[in-house]
């Protein structure tokens, strides 16, 4: 062990989806073409319309920082080294909407300032929006961010590309961040990158085979001291169940190297499981998007957000401590949740993790804890 490195504490933020494309985008400066193509709305202002008549209305253009809110403050207050998004939408003014695809997101590429606000370290792409406008768009998608300085994992023109991890230097480490998509979250299999097709670093399934190919992803990269975080799209919108074959395969990615799992697809935070001391967020919930006034399944209670600070150790990759920050969403808006609400999301946490033994707490400001982390159940 570097003696160096011993006892040091890297500092990793994570979220869940940022969906800034639809109605989010258009709120924002330079809007794309609204049109959409999905069964009952047809123009993405409908979404706005939307928002604005159950949460108030909103300045447009807003700001380019409007959808964070308060959440760049509590950024700017926890002041991360490592900042870890899913972005959930394509960035785009090219391609023709995915055939048999009805729910398509893309945020346009003059918006790209909405995303650079929140200094994003590494997003995620391996999710299933990133090709809702085709190769085309993907192509968009990848070099817009690199044009604005922005980090895409899981998705790329190879494999070599596409399954490489961004890697992101701290003092004495690095934090290598792997984005992989699962098709339970209803990511197509011609989605996948090939030798000769861009795409991205998809698996199947939740399966030993999926579990020995991230391990070899992780393995072919990481070096003494590294951090490797690796986020998976996976599983279904709705509930709080983990099925067996998610936790098989967290714990054996753990078991091969990784050392923090950040899941998502969930409209809502799933349970959390501290195994061999190292953290996964089997859902970590939405964080940015144009949900609000969409009915059904208001007692997930989607409007409530968390933010996500994990210290991990880097010699070991062991969790040292995790605090999270509750928001809730209103007018395209993260601002700070109330205490109440802030309470109702410890207890609910509290109650979907204690499968596996993680104890969570609601302290001062709101803020949520691990009090006595487990040591994980096993499927």
Known sequence: MNSGVAGRVVRVFACGDVMTGRG???ILPRPGDPRL?????????????????????IPQPAEFSWPWGDALAVLDQFSPDVRVINLETSI???????????ICYRMSPANIRCLIVARPDACALANNHTLDFGRAGLA????????????????????????????????????LVFSCGLSSSGIPADWSVTAGQPGLNWLPAESPDAADQLVSQIQHAKRPNDIAVVSLHWGSNWGY????????????????????????SSHHPRPIDIYRGKLILYGCGDCIDDYEGITGHEEYRADLRLLYFAAVEA????????RMVPMRARRMRLEHA?????????????????????QVDCGPGGVLTISTPGSGARP
């Open 24 to 26: 989010v985008d258009q």
């Open 140 to 175: 968009e998608t990848l070099s817009t961010l690199s044009g604005a300085g922005l980090r895409p994992a899981g998705a790329g023109h190879d494999p070599g590309s596409a399954q490489a991890p961004v890697v992101i230097g701290v003092p004495g480490s690095r934090v």
């Open 92 to 102: 785009t003014r090219r391609g023709d909407f995915a055939p048999g695809k009805e």
């Open 338 to 358: 109330t205490a109440a609400d802030a309470g109702w999301l410890a207890a609910v946490l509290e109650r979907i993790s204690r499968r596996f033994g993680t």
């Open 241 to 264: 169940e983990v099925s067996a074959d998610q936790v098989r395969l967290a714990h054996r990615l753990i078991d091969g190297g990784a050392d923090l799992i950040h899941g998502h």
């Open 315 to 322: 010699a070991a990759g062991r969790l040292t401590g995790l």
């Open 37 to 57: 193509r999905e069964p009952y709305v047809t123009d993405a202002r409908a979404y706005v319309r939307l928002t604005e008549s159950v949460s108030g209305p």
